[in-house]
C-alpha cells in the first residue's frame, strides 16, 4: 500500500458512516414526512455496513495521517460497540419518534454524525484529533437533546450545551499545557517527551488534569455530573438511551487511550485524583438515585454511578503489570452496562406516553400480572446494574474489583461493594412495584423495541455463563 492508501485504510468505516450520513442528508429531502421509516432503514443499513467492515478489520494494525490516527484492536473493538449502540439507538427511535410526533428525517443523520464522532475519537492518536471528535459527536446531541421543542427538551438541549462548550474549554486549554510542555499534541510524542525527563513536569500534569476535567464531563464522573439528571429527563427518551451508552463509551475509550497512551510518566499524580473522582462518583450516583420517583432521573444517576465503577478499572493504568487487565475490564463493563442501558431505556419507553406521562416508578405497578415478559426483561436489566448473577453486570463487576484490589486499591473495592448494595435499594423499588404492587400500566407494542428488549435481555443473561470470549477480546484489543 501507498502511504496515501494506508491513511484512508485506517479510517474506513469512519468514511463509509460519514459519506452515508452525508448522502442521506439530501435522500431526505425526497422522502415523504410519513414515510421517515424508510430514513431510518437507511441509517441502520449504514451502520451496519461500516459496522462489518470494522469486524473484517479485527487483529489489524495500522497508523494513518502521520500518526494522528490509529487502527488497532482497541479502535476496532471500541468502533463495534459505538456501531452496535447506533443501531440499538435506530431501533428504539423508530417507533418512539412516530409515537412523539418527532420522527423527522434529521434526526437519524444526526444520529449517525454523532456516531462518527465517537468513531473518530476511539482512533484519535492526536489530541487535536481528540478535540475535533468530542465536538463532533457532541454538537449533534446537543440537537437531538431539544429535538422535540417542548419547552423541557429545548431546557435540556440548552443546558448540554452551554455545560459542553465549557467542558469543551478545558479539553482545548488543556491540550495547549500539553502542548507547551511537550511541544507535541501526538500521544506516542507526549509519552517520550515526558519519559525523557526534559518536560515540565508540572505543566504536563496541569494540562493532564484539565483533560480529565473534559472527559470527566462527557462520562458524567462527580463532581462533573450536575448536567447529567435534567438533560437525561427532558430529552426525549430515545435519544437519552442513546446518549447514556454512546457518549459514555466515547469519553471512557478516550479517557483510557489518552491517558494509557501519553500519560503513564504522572500516573503518580493523577492516581490520588482518579481513585478520589472514582469513588465520589460511586457515592454521589447511588446515595441520590435513592430518593428519585421518576424513571429518567433515577436512570440517570444510576448511569453517573456506573461511570464511577468504570474509573474504577481506570485508577491503576500506571501500572504495567495491572494496567492491561484493568483497561480489558473496563472495556468489558462499558459492553455489560450498554446492553443493559439500552434493555432498560427500552422498557421505559414502552411504557411512556404522552407529555411525560408513565415515567414515574408508581406506573410500573401491575407490570408482571399483565405484562410479564416485559417484566422479567426488566428485572434482568436491574439484576444487571446492580451486579446479581447470573448476569453480565455481575460479571464486569467481578472483572472490575479484581484489578482494582490487583493494583492495590482494596479501598476503591470496598467502596464499589458498598454502593453496590446501596443501589440494590433503589433498582429493586421498580422490581417490587412490577410484582407486588396493584396497577393497570398500559405498553405501546412495536416491534423493533420489543425486538431491542428481548435481544438485549438474553444477551445479559447468556453472556454472563460464558464471558471469557468477550474479556479476551477486551484484554486483547488492549494489547498493541
Same mark, same amino acid.
Given at each position: 500500500?501507498?502511504?496515501?492508501?494506508?491513511?484512508?485504510?485506517?479510517?474506513?468505516?469512519?468514511?463509509?458512516?460519514?459519506?452515508?450520513?452525508?448522502?442521506? %442528508?439530501?435522500?431526505?429531502? !425526497?422522502?415523504?414526512?410519513?414515510?421517515?421509516?424508510?430514513?431510518?432503514?437507511? *441509517? $441502520?443499513?449504514?451502520?451496519? =455496513?461500516?459496522?462489518?467492515?470494522?469486524?473484517?478489520?479485527?487483529?489489524? +494494525?495500522?497508523?494513518?495521517?502521520?500518526?494522528?490516527?490509529?487502527?488497532?484492536? !482497541?479502535?476496532?473493538?471500541?468502533?463495534?460497540?459505538?456501531?452496535?449502540?447506533?443501531?440499538?439507538?435506530?431501533?428504539?427511535?423508530? #417507533?418512539?419518534?412516530?409515537?412523539?410526533?418527532?420522527?423527522?428525517?434529521?434526526?437519524?443523520?444526526?444520529?449517525?454524525?454523532?456516531?462518527? #464522532?465517537?468513531?473518530?475519537?476511539?482512533?484519535?492518536?492526536?489530541?487535536?484529533?481528540?478535540?475535533?471528535?468530542? &465536538?463532533?459527536?457532541?454538537?449533534?446531541?446537543?440537537?437531538?437533546?431539544?429535538?422535540?421543542?417542548?419547552?423541557?427538551?429545548?431546557?435540556?438541549?440548552?443546558?448540554?450545551?452551554?455545560?459542553? *462548550?465549557?467542558?469543551?474549554?478545558? =479539553?482545548?486549554?488543556?491540550?495547549?499545557? =500539553?502542548?507547551?510542555?511537550?511541544?507535541?499534541?501526538?500521544?506516542?510524542?507526549?509519552?517520550?517527551?515526558?519519559?525523557?525527563? @526534559?518536560?515540565?513536569?508540572?505543566?504536563?500534569?496541569?494540562?493532564?488534569?484539565?483533560?480529565?476535567?473534559?472527559?470527566? !464531563?462527557?462520562?458524567?464522573?462527580?463532581?462533573?455530573?450536575?448536567?447529567?439528571?435534567? @438533560?437525561?429527563?427532558?430529552?426525549?427518551?430515545?435519544?437519552?438511551?442513546?446518549?447514556?451508552?454512546?457518549?459514555?463509551?466515547?469519553?471512557?475509550?478516550?479517557?483510557?487511550?489518552?491517558?494509557?497512551?501519553?500519560?503513564?510518566?504522572?500516573?503518580?499524580?493523577?492516581?490520588?485524583?482518579?481513585?478520589?473522582?472514582?469513588?465520589?462518583?460511586?457515592? @454521589?450516583?447511588?446515595? @441520590?438515585?435513592?430518593?428519585?420517583?421518576?424513571?429518567?432521573?433515577?436512570? *440517570?444517576?444510576?448511569?453517573?454511578?456506573?461511570?464511577?465503577?468504570?474509573?474504577?478499572?481506570?485508577?491503576?493504568?500506571?501500572?504495567?503489570?495491572?494496567?492491561?487487565?484493568?483497561?480489558?475490564?473496563?472495556?468489558?463493563?462499558?459492553?455489560?452496562?450498554?446492553?443493559?442501558?439500552?434493555?432498560?431505556?427500552?422498557?421505559?419507553?414502552?411504557? &411512556?406516553? $404522552?407529555?411525560?406521562?408513565? %415515567?414515574?416508578?408508581?406506573?410500573?405497578? /401491575?407490570?408482571?400480572?399483565?405484562?410479564? *415478559?416485559?417484566?422479567?426483561?426488566?428485572?434482568?436489566?436491574?439484576?444487571?446494574?446492580?451486579?446479581?448473577?447470573?448476569?453480565? /453486570?455481575?460479571?464486569?463487576?467481578?472483572?472490575?474489583?479484581?484489578?482494582?484490589?490487583?493494583?492495590?486499591?482494596?479501598?476503591?473495592?470496598?467502596?464499589?461493594?458498598?454502593?453496590?448494595?446501596?443501589?440494590?435499594?433503589?433498582?429493586?423499588?421498580? =422490581?417490587?412495584?412490577?410484582?407486588?404492587? +396493584?396497577?393497570?400500566? &398500559?405498553?405501546?407494542?412495536?416491534?423493533?423495541?420489543?425486538?431491542?428488549?428481548?435481544?438485549?435481555?438474553?444477551?445479559?443473561?447468556?453472556?454472563?455463563?460464558?464471558?471469557?470470549?468477550?474479556?479476551?477480546?477486551?484484554?486483547?484489543?488492549?494489547?498493541?
Amino acid at each position: 500500500m501507498t502511504p496515501t492508501s494506508i491513511d484512508f485504510y485506517t479510517i474506513i468505516p469512519y468514511l463509509i458512516l460519514t459519506v452515508w450520513a452525508c448522502v442521506l %442528508l439530501i435522500v431526505d429531502l !425526497f422522502i415523504p414526512r410519513g414515510r421517515k421509516g424508510i430514513t431510518a432503514f437507511l *441509517a $441502520a443499513l449504514g451502520l451496519a =455496513v461500516s459496522l462489518g467492515y470494522s469486524i473484517t478489520q479485527i487483529g489489524l +494494525e495500522r497508523s494513518g495521517f502521520d500518526g494522528m490516527i490509529s487502527l488497532d484492536g !482497541f479502535s476496532t473493538f471500541a468502533n463495534i460497540l459505538l456501531l452496535s449502540s447506533g443501531l440499538f439507538g435506530v431501533a428504539l427511535a423508530y #417507533g418512539y419518534t412516530q409515537r412523539m410526533g418527532i420522527h423527522r428525517g434529521e434526526y437519524y443523520t444526526l444520529l449517525l454524525f454523532s456516531v462518527t #464522532g465517537m468513531m473518530l475519537m476511539a482512533q484519535a492518536n492526536d489530541l487535536i484529533i481528540v478535540f475535533l471528535a468530542l &465536538e463532533l459527536l457532541s454538537i449533534p446531541l446537543y440537537v437531538l437533546s431539544a429535538i422535540s421543542r417542548k419547552l423541557q427538551s429545548e431546557e435540556s438541549g440548552v443546558k448540554y450545551f452551554l455545560l459542553g *462548550a465549557f467542558a469543551s474549554g478545558f =479539553v482545548v486549554y488543556g491540550t495547549a499545557l =500539553v502542548f507547551g510542555a511537550t511541544g507535541s499534541t501526538n500521544l506516542s510524542v507526549i509519552f517520550l517527551q515526558a519519559a525523557s525527563g @526534559v518536560t515540565s513536569g508540572l505543566l504536563l500534569t496541569i494540562g493532564a488534569a484539565l483533560l480529565l476535567v473534559g472527559f470527566g !464531563f462527557k462520562v458524567a464522573a462527580a463532581p462533573f455530573h450536575m448536567w447529567t439528571p435534567d @438533560v437525561y429527563q427532558g430529552a426525549p427518551t430515545s435519544v437519552t438511551a442513546f446518549m447514556a451508552a454512546g457518549a459514555k463509551i466515547a469519553g471512557f475509550v478516550a479517557l483510557f487511550r489518552v491517558f494509557s497512551t501519553a500519560f503513564p510518566a504522572i500516573a503518580s499524580d493523577m492516581t490520588d485524583v482518579l481513585w478520589a473522582l472514582s469513588a465520589l462518583t460511586m457515592i @454521589v450516583g447511588n446515595l @441520590v438515585a435513592l430518593s428519585q420517583t421518576n424513571i429518567k432521573r433515577l436512570l *440517570a444517576y444510576s448511569a453517573i454511578a456506573h461511570a464511577g465503577y468504570i474509573l474504577m478499572a481506570f485508577v491503576p493504568y500506571g501500572d504495567e503489570k495491572v494496567a492491561p487487565t484493568a483497561v480489558a475490564a473496563g472495556l468489558f463493563y462499558l459492553v455489560a452496562y450498554a446492553v443493559s442501558n439500552f434493555g432498560s431505556w427500552g422498557v421505559v419507553i414502552a411504557l &411512556e406516553k $404522552a407529555e411525560g406521562k408513565g %415515567l414515574e416508578l408508581d406506573d410500573y405497578a /401491575g407490570l408482571a400480572k399483565k405484562y410479564p *415478559a416485559l417484566a422479567v426483561a426488566m428485572t434482568i436489566f436491574m439484576l444487571s446494574l446492580i451486579g446479581f448473577p447470573p448476569t453480565l /453486570g455481575m460479571v464486569g463487576k467481578f472483572y472490575l474489583f479484581r484489578s482494582a484490589i490487583d493494583g492495590g486499591f482494596t479501598g476503591l473495592a470496598l467502596i464499589g461493594v458498598i454502593t453496590s448494595l446501596i443501589s440494590a435499594y433503589y433498582y429493586l423499588r421498580v =422490581v417490587v412495584n412490577m410484582y407486588m404492587k +396493584e396497577g393497570d400500566p &398500559e405498553v405501546e407494542r412495536e416491534p423493533w423495541l420489543g425486538f431491542t428488549t428481548s435481544f438485549t435481555a438474553v444477551v445479559t443473561v447468556a453472556v454472563s455463563f460464558v464471558p471469557q470470549f468477550l474479556f479476551l477480546l477486551a484484554y486483547t484489543a488492549v494489547l498493541r
